[in-house]
């Protein structure tokens, strides 16, 4: 596929800031999608409100751009209605944790056919850093300046605890592992969740003395760790902790039977 | 098959630079139309995918940059025997 | 799969069932609350597994979202709620609004603020119908009195709903929803369905109402349609900085709703011309329609469509009289609409009969209160 008949070229170029991961995370995603022969026209780009759920409005395809928070309350609407489409929620940390965390967690356990892709960017981006529900503990932001007192919430974790039948995480320097899970993500039925964890120069990074966008690549490098390491480690683990330890890896594949299929949507569609 | 980086699209993040394990990329010293120091493609030579034609590996630099602004594009000639 | 024709002893909210499934409702999204969940019980049993879906959602919110996600899918989609439900929904009815989606809330109105009466009837959420969300825009209400018109309206709220894109509310109250009584459903009942984009029929062009309803991009079918809730053209493109642009958009959006008043509102009227009028909706105007019946100086307007506000027949009607009493079960939300509109008709004497606490005005409080005023 052309990158102009997957990207809407009156919207070219995009508005992320220079080193943004988003772009990256876009890379991956057209090379998933490319690589599995998916139609443009069967699927439905869903986002809610937030630099990542702009992805939506780039892609060449139905999108819906909704209200902040309830991307996949609107996505289980749109997939339930009409089955034969493929949908494709893009949201952000705040998006998807935050304001709509009680959406996660039901679309996890309903278990509707969808793919969910959060861009964690640890920060409230597009508002101008603020902090967030997975900004690490005693981290810098707009509206914690003596450092974020809070523990950040492990949003892959609590898909897997919820019943969502794919959880992966990788983060933006993982490039082709997280379009391996993409595919993986798309191709599973049911509730799908990858969590990207991906830089925010402009607003995180400069804050935390990583302002070059390569600076929080490293960052990445240094701090991943698989999650068949981390099982073993202490049971008071919080992700992304005061050490700054990135759990990524694929934290379930599973087959829970999909909400469609249980109700009887499918067959008659 | 050689990088290629968009001059109107790089928005000199240095994320190339920083990723290629074969050092393909250096920062650049030009002000791009587009108002930034877009990186260069100093050492095309250097690539995995030098001379390779049909699949190509690594890719970490076209899969990284935030700004789609590096593409892949044959090898003339004279670049071929470098 | 609709009603069949013939009559029928329900509540309220079980009309309101019917009438949605015969206008042909495919997705309805709930959440449980009193005084509407007969609805969302009755939807249950009608739509899963019979070509349609039920959804019970996670909070009202989510009933919303997923009733305009499943809108722009190409199917009819509900939800009902009540009181404090129906706030949580208001940012959704903007987006609703700014994105053009067809779809219909049944609002079982109960005694406010917060909790309050979760069993009593209230009109408390006239106001907040027709102007709930942030920024303008223009929707669409009918008040239902009797289980016949929770049927007829609710198929009403369909038709204008998919013929205009916006969404369409019936406001009706726990009385209302409630009370038992005989439902006829017709033969034949109007049913308007949404029309498509690239949908062209030989006869006509698009069929849409005129310039201001654009034809639905229905998804799934190749339009690449772009919804969004920010500023935007119709050609798929988001100008959140574009002052012209967001002043066509929203202006059309209200636009398309007023100029069409006099298609959308839907009156009642008894004894035209008398020197008293009684103004009214819903449940509050069952006693005043009782005086009306028995009294031939006392007329009766009752209003089937509060929002758009009937503008023309209210300024007629107070045109013609010397008193107005308008009965609400509130404590003065639409009697400023009307006490402006019968002002500017030349009527002088405008009062309110107000009545809170979950019971309608009934007949001897309405004629208490125009004895109090020198009519009768």
């Known amino acids: 596929m052309d990158i102009f008949e997957f990207y809407r070229k009156e919207q070219w170029p995009h508005v992320f800031c220079p080193g943004c991961g988003i772009g990256t995370l876009m890379n991956c995603f057209y090379r998933a999608f490319d690589e599995l022969g998916l139609t443009l026209d069967k699927t439905v780009f869903v986002g809610g409100i937030g630099c990542s759920s702009r992805v939506p409005l780039y892609i060449n395809s139905d999108a819906l751009h909704t209200t902040h928070g309830r991307a996949i309350a609107f996505a289980t609407g749109l997939k339930l209605a009409r089955p034969d489409l493929k949908v494709v929620v893009f949201t952000g940390d705040g998006d998807l944790g935050a304001i709509g965390g009680n959406h996660f967690i039901n679309g996890c356990r309903r278990n509707v056919d969808m793919t969910v892709i959060c861009i964690n960017n640890n920060v409230y981006g597009m508002t101008g850093g603020q902090a967030s529900i997975t900004t690490p503990h005693n981290f810098l932001s707009t509206t914690t300046p003596f450092g974020s007192k809070e523990y950040p919430l492990d949003l892959s974790e609590i898909a897997v605890a919820a019943g969502a039948n794919y959880v992966a995480r990788w983060t933006t320097r993982h490039v082709h592992e997280l379009t391996r899970s993409l595919k993986a993500a798309m191709q599973k039925k049911g509730f799908s969740f990858v969590e990207v964890v991906s830089q925010c120069p402009t607003n995180f990074g400069r804050r935390n003395k990583m302002a070059d966008s390569t600076a929080m690549l490293e960052w990445f490098k240094d701090n991943s760790v698989r999650r068949e390491k981390t099982r073993a480690a202490a049971l008071d683990h919080v992700d992304l902790n005061i050490a700054g330890q990135i759990t990524i890896g694929e934290f379930v594949d599973r087959n829970r039977e999909c909400f469609e299929e249980l109700i009887g949507v499918e067959k008659h569609g | 098959m050689k990088p290629v980086i968009d001059l109107a699209l790089c928005k000199a993040c240095n994320i190339c630079v920083y990723i290629c394990p074969k050092k393909c990329y250096s920062k650049g010293a030009d002000i791009s139309e587009r108002g930034y120091f877009a990186a260069v493609v100093s050492a095309p030579e250097n690539c995995y995918n030098h001379n390779r034609e049909g699949k190509l590996i690594c890719e970490l630099c076209v899969l990284s940059c935030p700004d789609q602004a590096i593409s892949w594009h044959p090898e003339t000639e004279e670049e071929r025997k470098k | ?376």
Not at chain 3, 136 to 147: E, H, K, L, N, S
Request: hydrophobic share 40%; with cysteine.
């Open chain 3, 1 to 376: 799969m609709r009603t069949p024709a013939g009559e029928y002893f329900l509540q309220g909210n079980e009309a309101c069932v019917e009438g949605a499934i015969t206008a042909g409702v495919r997705f309805f999204a709930g959440y449980p609350i009193t005084p509407s969940t007969e609805i969302a019980e009755g939807l249950s049993h009608r739509l899963t597994g019979k070509n349609g879906v039920f959804l019970q959602m996670e909070d009202e919110i989510a009933c919303i979202s997923a009733v305009i996600g499943a809108s722009w899918s190409g199917v009819k989609s509900m939800t009902a709620t009540s009181g404090p439900g129906f706030s949580l929904m208001q940012e959704s009815v903007g987006y609703a609004a700014m994105s053009e989606t067809p779809i219909v809330i049944v609002n079982v109105m109960r005694g406010g603020p917060s909790t309050g009466q979760p069993t009593r009837a209230s009109q408390g959420d006239v106001m907040q119908t027709g102007y709930g969300s942030h920024g303008d825009y223009q929707v669409i209400a009918f008040a239902p009195a009797t289980v016949q018109e929770m049927f007829d309206l609710t198929v009403d709220c369909f038709n204008y709903s998919e013929k205009y894109r916006v969404p369409a509310f019936l406001l009706s109250d726990a009385e209302v929803g409630h009370m038992r009584g005989l439902l006829t459903v017709p033969e034949e009942v109007k049913v308007v369905d949404r029309k498509e984009k690239g949908l062209m029929r030989q006869d006509e062009a698009y069929d849409v109402p005129d310039e201001l309803v654009r034809p639905f991009p229905t998804f799934g079918k190749g339009h690449k349609t772009m919804i969004t809730g920010m500023t935007h053209t119709d050609k798929n493109k988001i100008e959140p900085e574009d002052s012209k642009v967001h002043t066509e958009l929203v202006t059309r959006l209200s636009k398309k709703v007023l100029k069409n008043r006099r298609d959308i509102n839907k009156w009642e009227m008894m004894c035209p011309g008398s020197r008293t009028m009684v103004v009214s909706y819903g449940s509050a105007a069952l006693g005043a329609k009782e005086v009306a019946a028995k009294d031939e100086t006392v007329g009766l307007l009752r209003l089937k469509s509060i929002w758009p506000f009937p503008e023309e027949v209210v300024h007629e009607v107070a045109s013609k009289c010397d008193r107005i009493l308008v009965c609400e079960m509130n404590l003065g939300m639409l009697y400023w609409h009307i006490r402006r509109a019968a002002l500017e008709a030349g009527c002088k004497k405008i009062e309110l009969l107000s009545k809170i606490g979950g019971d309608p005005p009934t007949p001897s409080d309405v004629r208490h209160k125009l004895r109090a005023m020198g009519a009768v």
